[in-house]
DNA sequence: AATAGATTCTGACTGCACTCAGTTATGAGT
DNA sequence: ACTCATAACTGAGTGCAGTCAGAATCTATT
């Protein structure tokens, strides 16, 4: 039942519960206040380093954001995947997936703008970075799965018309301009586009 | 043949030309170096203002980079109105209106990746950031006129389609992914989107 | 258990966007 | 001409993200 290597230095453990301890005083701090109000300083604070070390585990307060988010994203991801299965209609089936992502990056509306712009702007090389693209391929072949499911006669590419979808949802979430909208707002906003999209 | 009203005191005056200086000092560094090289202080310094006072007149940096190329913007747009005018196919026509916004967003890669970043993240309060809300709001009229134009049968709304364009466009250029590619590169990545979009 | 070499940690420091209390210019009223 | 109120300007100051030279800690080797 052992894992293959033991040697596990102390090395090793001491980053992981650094590791830890930043995911765990961030979160809680970013949730309490807002990545706005809340300074780097604090988090390092918090988690008990020094401010040089925190930016060996993030390379900037955005990767810091990802780190804490891209968990909370896979897991909407997950759920709406399973929502979808069960939605007859390709529409409905499309927006099952949107809700759950839409409602992940609303908890905290700043926040979750922070982390589309993060996402878009950022530097991919980061590996949280990565990860956060990552779960973007995966919501865009969720979406494209669904699409193929329901077989849309000669439509273009499935996976084209997927990275479509994500650009409207993105767009409708990160605009200033809707950052007072609800989330059903949101997702209404997005259900137009989406059947437009899907309309033929 | 004179204006009505000739009363413009020296403060009007005076007002008009820092904002001009702080323009053409801005416009030069910022081509001249882009604009995460380019520091407020050194275009307060060229514009022969003081620190502060630059900040009476755009209240962000980012308001700075919004000013310079509003203007450029809104001169692609009428660009590709125009070539838009003179093309048959509707997918043709559409891509007339964006490719000369792709190039002159790409003038500069990082310049023209931060006005898109301010654009949607930035306050739309703010009078240089509605202004360029505004020309999007009229680069969507414009697809939206080209789209009527080609009675898409019973086509979804036309704006909504308009909108999607944009959406398209948007991610296309300010992906920190696609920051190298050409522009060439860039419009092939958008036609690709749209013709699926289009497709009926 | 001693030494050396590598890795990780740290907080004083830097650079920069932005602020604000105090100053100066403008124009209206008398 | 001389107030006075108001608008516009200014640069020293503030706060914060991010750096870096040196200290501390770990591991391998003998």
């Known amino acids: 039942m ?28 970013l949730a309490e206040h807002g990545i706005e109000d809340v300074t780097t300083q604090q988090i390092a604070d918090k988690a008990d380093i020094g401010t040089g070390t925190l930016f060996l585990y993030a390379k900037t307060k955005g990767e810091l954001l990802l780190l804490v988010q891209n968990a909370h994203y ?24 949107v809700r759950p992502i839409v409602e992940c990056n609303r908890v905290q509306v700043d926040n979750g703008r922070t982390y589309l712009r993060e996402m878009v702007f950022g530097d991919p090389e980061e590996p949280r970075h990565s990860e956060a693209l990552s779960i973007v391929a995966q919501t865009e072949e969720a979406i494209a799965a669904v699409l193929g499911r329901h077989e849309l006669a000669g439509a273009g590419d499935a996976a084209t018309t997927a990275r479509i979808v994500t650009a409207i ?22 259900r137009t586009q989406v059947g437009v999209l899907l309309s033929r």
Do not use: H, Y
Request: charged content about 25%.
């Open 169 to 190: 949802m993105f767009l409708s979430m990160a605009a200033t301009v809707n950052a007072a909208l609800s989330i059903d707002e949101i997702v209404r906003d997005i």
């Open 74 to 97: 896979a897991e909407a991801l997950q759920q709406g995947r399973a929502d979808a299965a069960t939605i007859p209609g390709v529409l409905d089936a499309v927006l099952a997936i």
């Open 2 to 29: 052992s894992l293959a290597s033991q040697p596990v230095g102390r090395r090793e453990r001491n980053k992981q519960q650094k590791l830890d301890r930043i995911v765990a005083a961030a979160s809680e701090l």
